[in-house]
């Protein structure tokens, strides 16, 4: 079944550590996207990407970086410049005619 | 700048009972408008979608919104609430379908048996 894959499903990450999110795809989507979300404050957009080697900034892209290599892998790294990592982190794809595929999710914790 | 609202972070319903959550959006152009649905520690799952056409869509488990542009909503309901259907549920907007989507801030529903 076509989908996509988020891993880990939870993440430690230690002070002044980076930590790289995997998030892969086999829906052959064109555009993917990665959202934090915190309790009470819905999903923020970090970066997205319409198509290989070209990605935006979203509205909270600090402290983050992205690279899309290929269609069906779309990779958020969190650096130690992030200063409260600590979130739900989804990542999702869609088509041009909306609608959005969504991961199941990593949970990353600052220790 | 689009932007979404959702009325009541918390809603009870007992089951059986009529389940509605409010969304108002507002958008510069004619909107995509979406219904999400959340269960503990897993992504979303999309409910329905509104893009063109008829203003009542119909999703999956039973849910439908209708898309009212005088009032700038898009209130999901649902006639008859079932335990399983506890969960939290987000609206969305888009600008078309493929730009970047702005979700609310979500409505945790509870089902009281």
């Known amino acids: 079944d076509g989908g996509i894959t988020q891993s880990p499903k939870y993440l430690f990450r230690k002070e002044g550590q980076n930590v790289t999110l995997s998030c892969e795809q086999n829906?052959?989507?064109?555009?993917m996207y990665w959202y934090r979300q915190d309790p009470g404050q819905g999903l923020r957009l970090i970066y997205y990407s319409q198509i290989v080697n070209d990605f935006q900034k979203g509205d909270i892209a600090e402290g983050y970086s992205v690279s899309r290599e290929k269609k069906e892998s779309f990779p958020l790294t969190v650096t130690s410049a992030q200063k409260n990592p600590t979130a739900f982190y989804l990542c999702a794809s869609s088509t041009r005619q909306g609608g959005y595929t969504f991961g199941s999710g990593t949970r990353l914790t600052v220790v | 700048a689009q932007s979404v609202t959702q009325l009541g972070s918390h809603v009870s319903v007992s089951e059986g009972a009529l389940v509605l959550l409010r969304c108002n959006y507002s958008?510069?152009?004619?909107?995509?408008l979406f219904w999400y649905v959340q269960y503990p520690n897993q992504g979303l799952q999309l409910l329905l979608k509104y893009t063109t056409g008829a203003t009542l869509v119909k999703g999956i488990n039973g849910f439908e919104a209708e898309f009212k542009k005088s009032e700038t909503s898009f209130h999901l309901t649902k006639p008859s609430a079932h335990m399983s259907d506890a969960a939290e549920y987000f609206c969305a907007v888009s600008d078309s379908g493929y730009q970047k989507v702005t979700f609310g801030t979500g409505t945790k529903l509870q089902v009281i048996p």
């Open positions: 958008s510069s152009v004619p909107p995509y």
């Open positions: 829906l052959n989507h064109d555009a």
